[in-house]
């Protein structure tokens, strides 16, 4: 069984910046994609962002590009979030992923129902 485990989440100030971490067991990670997603009260899981590290392919909502940056260490089978410039709007549950569709470019990655194994989520708020 795939088990994904989220660290990192907390309280942050607006502008602030904070880093999540995603470690994954069983699946490489150098093998499969991983996505980052987050649910905001009442409204519907949403693509933040995906990388492919045997393929240096990553991909960006609209609304974190320029501020997020995903990234992987395929030694610790762990992925990052970093985020910059933080938002209230921001504020969300995040979740880590991953997905077995392994032909496919992460552009084409963005859905809940692409990804197979998901991890608990942690909590991201930003104050304003």
């Known amino acids: 069984q795939v088990m994904l485990n989220e660290s990192g989440g907390g309280t942050v100030p607006a502008g602030g910046s904070m880093k999540l971490s995603c470690a994954m067991s069983?699946?490489?990670?150098?093998?499969?994609?991983m996505g980052w997603f987050r649910q905001a009260p009442g409204k519907e899981r949403e693509f933040v962002a995906n990388i492919k590290t045997y393929l240096d392919d990553t991909s960006y909502a609209d609304s974190v590009k320029g501020r997020f940056t995903i990234s992987g260490d395929n030694a610790k089978n762990t992925v990052y979030l970093q985020m910059n410039s933080l938002q209230p709007e921001d504020t969300a549950i995040y979740y880590c992923?991953?997905?077995?569709?392994?032909?496919?470019?992460?552009?084409?990655?963005?859905?809940?129902?692409?990804?197979?194994?998901w991890g608990q989520g942690t909590q991201v708020t930003v104050s304003s």
């Open positions: 069983v699946r490489p990670l150098k093998q499969y994609a």
């Open positions: 992923a991953t997905s077995a569709l392994t032909y496919y470019t992460t552009s084409f990655l963005t859905r809940t129902s692409q990804y197979d194994f």
